[in-house]
């Protein structure tokens, strides 16, 4: 297995507005969600697919993490890119899917928020929110 190459969030921005197999996972956990929003990917077509790496609030790893991909429609032959708060999750997410047969997993660079900047805020410095990408409270 070659890893779990990182893509920064714009990247990840053309690769789901210009491939229809191009498919964004947040792993993060509902409460996240919920409190901190989500990707939007309306104007490319899409919907972002919600599936906790961990689950709120033991912080369990999701035993059936593979099977909630299948069960939401992803196949081996998607392209999955997999985004946490920042990064660390989602690179453990790829890792277990690629684990499980899904091949082509990237994570998101940055995350969501990114890492806190120099007053401790997130969603300034790197990631989704800082590139300025669409997203939306849920």
């Known amino acids: ?8 969030p714009s990247d990840t921005w053309a690769a789901l507005r210009d491939d229809p197999k191009a498919v ?8 996240e969600w919920n409190f901190v929003g989500i990707p ?3 104007s490319v077509g899409k919907q972002v697919v919600l599936i906790p790496w961990q689950v709120y609030p033991t912080m369990q790893v999701n035993g059936a993490f593979a099977d909630h991909l299948a069960k939401a429609g992803i196949t081996p032959e998607h ?3 997999y985004i946490c708060r920042s990064g660390v999750r989602s690179l453990a997410a790829g890792e277990a899917a ?7 997993a990237f994570n998101v660079a ?3 928020e990114g890492p806190v ?3 401790g805020h997130r969603g300034t410095t790197a990631g989704w929110k800082a590139e300025g990408l669409p997203w939306r409270q849920r």
Do not use: I, W
């Open 1 to 8: 297995m070659a890893g779990v190459p990182d893509t920064s």
């Open 24 to 31: 964004l996972v947040d792993v993060r956990t509902d409460a």
């Open 40 to 42: 939007e990917l309306g």
């Open 79 to 81: 392209k999955v890119y």
């Open 98 to 104: 690629q684990d499980a047969g899904f091949a082509h």
């Open 110 to 112: 940055g995350g969501f």
């Open 117 to 119: 900047d120099a007053e």
